[in-house]
């Protein structure tokens, strides 16, 4: 497991959006067959968009954080 490595990027505004890409999709980028966001399997989640990538064997793949304006608010 030591050769596993977990890739983070960020968006064109650095600060608003980010991608963390697991070692499953490495190998096979954009193979996300279903996203799902933390909204809806959490009711009345607050806080930043969060959305679970899987790819088709459902397996998590990468993980999506956004930021919103309201979030830039409270700061």
Same mark, same amino acid.
């Given at each position: 497991? =030591? ?5 983070? =990027? ?20 954009? =193979? ?41 608010? =409270?700061?």
């Amino acid at each position: 497991m =030591s050769n596993q490595r977990i890739k983070f =990027s960020s968006g064109q505004d650095e600060a608003r959006s980010a991608y963390v890409t697991l070692p499953d999709n490495l190998e096979t980028p954009g =193979s996300v067959s279903k996203t799902i966001g933390l909204h809806e399997i959490i009711d009345d989640y607050q806080g930043p968009l969060v959305y679970l990538d899987f790819d088709g064997d459902k397996r998590l793949v990468g993980i999506e954080i956004l930021l919103s304006v309201d979030d830039d608010a =409270s700061e």
